[in-house]
């Protein structure tokens, strides 16, 4: 028998097999095993310290890979006979692994927790670990996944996954590991931990609303191990109707086609937990709830054909329950297979259209294949479909007159277009179905309910849309639905009244042409007027709709809809006056402010009896708008916290968006703000008076808005000036002009460096520089060199002055210029290098005053800058006869071209008129943190700022002079220097030196 190897060649001998390949791992491991049975005293020590250079080893290369995951493969290993041996040196294994986890070095704590995760997700089931090691591994495993390393935090994840205890409840709520990794989900950063976390979390009804939650994560490796999650581990009977809606949305728009294909995988593993059932599939999404979510979730299914509309309607069976059933036998559709045809059916017909285009397009043997395919396409529709047109609108009207039934004829209205309407009895039969129930009472359903009962109006929508369709022109078209508008107000009741406003404003929405005369006088006459003095807030609100689709629609001011329209919005209900600012903000679209502030009612400020209402009725329209903003309106109330997770249902999850749906309805400042934007970039800087104000109160309003409480606010301002920003050049001029008004708006309050941030992204966004840029860097100068001329005061609001300071001082060295010499008309050429001068000698006039080292940086910066951009004097061109003189304008281009230092080429009679400007600014109320009672500044000698190429030449003349001295000073080497006979011998010294 071959003598036995020594521990000290053995385990080396396997660490070095086991890197080589994976191949090897089992015999290794079978070696490795024999050699611990035979000798388990000294094998733990022996081993330890073999695997000691591979914990500290950070970088995870291949062979280090294949060592860890061989030393995984040892421990797991559990040969008959040796269950016993193996348990005893994992324990004393993990705890020396345990032992370890303190270490200063990242490495041997990363690789310690990656071999115990290891380790614990590999033992069988019939592993035994002790209570005291269990114990000792959660409180280490605990405290190394809050590690400054996320590495670490990962691996500490996953050693924590086999450790949770479902508890008495078995939903994990109560352990300590679960909650901890509930909390984490939340405030994680790194996204590969976060990942780790989620594939180790227990699934119970505690954590799959967290799992639903990470489907909205930034990233989309995160999002694709949540959906991998629900797919796998949960099982759809867990999961509520609201989060299977949820998360079916989120994964099927989601734009990353990794975090797509595994929605889409975990909508095959639900489809077949119904035994590949669709009907069954959509009742457990509850279609009448969440009806996007399963049209969507149906058009996936037959996207990756796993229904296929040829066969469903080819198919006898499910045709004779389908379109063509028996009502009175077989009952009514439900809402499921309402919804389930209706897709089918759009989905032949929108594939038979586009088919048919390919085909009028293609040539020879591809025409007539395309050809038949839409025939095939066209037969199985007529295969599912009714006999006849009228059979179908009698299957709509028998359910649209049934209790419940309005969900399904919704669905079945849009089949009509699949049929033939140029049948006289069709079309008339269609338009008494949409009369009678354009007339029916408002009321409560609990499967459709009216628009004024709290509805969506979407029945309503349907019916005006057919009745579009097989009307015989606009005229009828209006008549049919101003006739059922004015049936309902006759009823005299609040939801009534609201329900005729909504279908009034429902066809001015689809209508394509402008209202007879007659007919918008009629609606403005009995529906409009009566209902803006009603004492409900809907009918208000509604009235107020009408009124802006109205005064849109027809294409001309409407003096007395503007005064009703301003008066709501000066004092109403915060619904009406939210619809009138958004009603006024269309208008102001089409005609422009100053065209409907021709009709606002004045009023005598000297008459006392003038009301505030009446007054604000009487401002314009701008300075409305500009007063609304601040109005924050009615918050959103929160169901849920963040981390008490056991109460989230959908609209905790989905909080953001139904705070910005009360945001809509509740907050003027918003709809005001979103007004404000639009005309913006739509009408540009003429449209307002002073268009640079309300620019800089829109960046106030953007920095002031709770994300939270206010996200439509933010997300609309978060949009809207980076489309500024990239508009044309007279819009961008506007970012330019208030940049200083909006920074001296943010010197009061904190954060004025995220205003100045902003800012240099937007103005430095497009492409060049605006022609307003040179006035605003001399503005932006003269208040830099007017804050230096007073004193910076102390406390907190020396912190905000300060910040203020190099505000201003950063956005001065960082906007971008027009030069000079690139202008090339002469007067504006003259012009604009007047204005560049200037600047400049503020700018350098302000660096050396200041007492800011970053600002006085950023100031020498510009100044050097704004010198580059100024032109030098030319030769002027000779005159010729017959044309103006321009040696006057090119004597007024004076600007020196050495490079000796910038304040030395300073014009004196300019520098005089600088800073007589600046004391001017510095003692008016203008500039923040100035004025007539601050104490001026200690006039301070500093020194001249130089330029780049006189920095160089100073720095190389200081060098080569302290060479000199220093040499001067050692005594001479004992050298003799080669005497030639021309030189003395003082001569030869000074060349030796």
């Known amino acids: 028998m071959a003598p036995t190897m020594p521990l000290d060649k053995t385990i080396p001998r396997a660490l070095n097999d086991a890197q080589i390949s994976l191949a090897t791992h089992k015999k290794c491991a079978k070696m490795l095993a024999s050699a611990r049975h035979d000798d388990p005293e000294t094998f ?161 009804d505690f954590t799959i609303p967290c799992v639903v939650e990470r489907t909205r994560d930034v990233a989309e490796d995160v999002r694709r191990i949540a959906f991998l999650a629900l797919t796998s581990k949960v099982p759809v009977e867990s999961v509520s109707i609201a989060h299977r809606a949820l998360v079916l949305r989120r994964g099927l728009s989601d734009r990353a086609p990794m975090v797509r294909s595994a929605s889409v995988e975990m909508l095959k593993r639900w489809l077949d937990a119904f035994q590949g059932d669709v009907i069954k599939f959509l009742t457990a999404l509850a279609v009448e709830f969440n009806e996007n979510e399963a049209e969507l979730a149906l058009r996936e299914l037959i996207a990756i054909g796993r229904v296929k509309p040829m066969e469903v309607c080819k198919d006898e069976d499910m045709v004779r329950k389908g379109l063509k059933r028996d009502t009175e036998a077989d009952g009514l559709m439900s809402a499921e297979e309402a919804l389930y045809w209706r897709v089918v059916m759009q989905h032949l017909a929108d594939a038979s259209n586009a088919m048919g285009s390919n085909s009028a397009q293609s040539v020879g043997q591809a025409r007539e294949i395309a050809a038949a395919e839409v025939g095939e396409m066209i037969e199985a529709m007529e295969c599912a479909l009714p006999p006849t047109a009228m059979d179908l609108l009698a299957l709509v009207q028998s359910h649209a007159t049934t209790s419940g039934g309005k969900f399904a004829a919704r669905q079945l209205l849009p089949l009509l277009k699949c049929v033939d309407l140029n049948d006289g009895a069709i079309r008339r039969g269609a338009m008494h179905l949409v009369a009678e129930q354009l007339r029916v009472a408002p009321s409560v359903d609990a499967r459709g309910s009216s628009y004024a009962c709290g509805g969506d109006g979407e029945w309503e929508r349907a019916l005006i849309e057919i009745a579009r369709l097989v009307a015989n022109g606009s005229t009828e078209f209006a008549g049919i639905i101003l006739d059922a508008a004015d049936s309902l107000q006759m009823l ?18 689809q209508t394509q042409k402008r209202l007879p005369s007659i007919a918008a006088e009629a609606v403005m006459d009995s529906l409009i007027k009566p209902a803006v003095t009603h004492a409900t807030t809907a009918v208000r609100r509604e009235s107020m709709r009408v009124l802006g689709l109205l005064v849109a629609s027809q294409g001309v001011i409407n003096p ?110 918003t709809v005001a703000a979103e007004s404000l934007c639009k005309i913006i970039l739509r009408r540009g800087e003429g449209a307002f008076e002073a268009a640079a104000s309300v620019v800089a109160r829109l960046l106030g309003s953007y920095f002031a808005a709770d994300a939270q409480r206010r996200p439509r606010l933010a997300q609309c301002l978060a949009v809207f000036f980076p489309a500024l920003a990239s508009a044309p050049e007279d819009r961008r001029r506007l970012l330019a002009d208030c940049a200083l008004p909006a920074l001296r708006a943010a010197a009061k309050v904190k954060g004025l460096s995220r205003v100045a941030a902003l800012l240099v992204q937007l103005l430095t966004a497009g492409e060049g520089a605006t022609t307003n840029g ?59 290098n007047d204005v560049l001068t200037k600047a400049w000698h503020a700018a350098v006039l302000a660096a050396e005053r200041t007492n800011e080292k970053a600002a006085a940086k950023d100031l020498a910066c510009a100044a050097e800058r704004l010198r580059s951009h100024c ?80 920095r160089s030449r100073a720095s190389k003349t200081k060098a080569s002079e302290k060479l000199v001295d220093d040499d001067l000073r050692k005594p001479l080497p004992k050298v003799t220097p080669t005497r030639e006979s021309t030189r003395s011998r003082r001569g030869a010294l000074r060349e030796t030196n």
């Open 44 to 204: 733990l020590p022996v081993f330890c310290n073999a695997i000691l250079p591979v914990l500290l080893e950070y970088k995870r290369d291949l062979c280090t890979e294949r060592v860890v995951r061989f030393i995984v493969t040892f421990c797991a290993w559990r040969e008959e006979g040796m269950e016993e041996d193996a348990d005893e040196f994992n324990e004393a294994f993990l705890g020396f692994l345990l032992n370890l986890h303190t270490a200063k070095d990242k490495a041997i704590r990363f690789r310690a927790c990656q071999i115990i995760a290891g380790v614990l997700n590999g033992l069988g089931p019939d592993a035994e670990v002790s209570d005291e090691l269990y114990e000792r591994m959660t409180d280490v495993m605990l405290e190394r996944i809050r590690d400054k390393m996320p590495p670490v935090r990962a691996q500490a994840a996953r050693a924590l996954s086999r450790l949770q205890d479902g508890g008495e409840s078995d939903d994990f709520s109560q352990d300590d590991i679960t909650q901890a990794f509930v909390e984490l989900l939340g405030s994680e950063k790194n996204k590969e931990v976060r990942k780790a976390i989620l594939g180790s979390l227990a699934i119970s």
């Open 492 to 509: 005299n009741t609040a939801e009534s009244l609201t329900q005729a406003l909504f279908i009034a404003g429902t066809l001015l929405e």
């Open 560 to 669: 007395e809809a503007v005064v009703i329209l301003r008066t709501a919005l000066s004092a109403d209900a915060a619904p009406v006056r939210c619809m009138a600012a958004r009603a006024l903000g269309d208008a102001a679209l089409l005609h422009g402010l100053a065209a409907l502030d021709q009709h606002r009612v004045l009023v005598n400020l000297e008459d006392e009896d003038v009301s505030e209402s009446d007054f604000n009725a009487s401002l314009p329209l701008e300075t409305a708008f500009m007063k609304c903003l601040d109005e924050e309106g009615k918050p959103f109330a929160f169901k849920a916290d963040a981390y008490d997770l056991e109460d989230v249902n959908v609209e905790d999850v989905d909080a953001t968006k139904a705070a910005a749906a009360v945001e809509a309805e509740e907050s003027v400042g």
């Open 774 to 832: 040179a006035e605003l860097a001399l503005a932006l100068a003269n208040e830099s060199l007017a804050l230096s001329t007073k004193q910076t005061p102390t406390g907190a609001q020396g912190t905000l002055a300060k910040a203020y300071i190099n505000g201003v001082a950063r956005v001065l060295s960082l906007i971008p210029v027009k030069s000079a010499k690139d202008e090339v008309n002469m007067a504006e050429k003259v012009e604009l």
């Open 871 to 950: 032109v030098a004097t030319p030769k002027p061109p000779a005159a010729v006869e017959g044309e103006p003189d321009e040696t006057a304008a090119y004597a007024a281009l004076d600007v020196p071209m050495d490079d000796d230092d910038l304040s030395t080429q300073l014009n004196d009679d300019v520098r005089e008129a600088v800073m007589e400007h600046a004391r001017e600014l510095a003692n008016s109320n203008e500039v923040p943190f100035t004025g007539s009672k601050v104490k001026d500044a200690k006039v301070k000698t500093a020194p001249a700022v130089p330029t780049r190429e006189s």
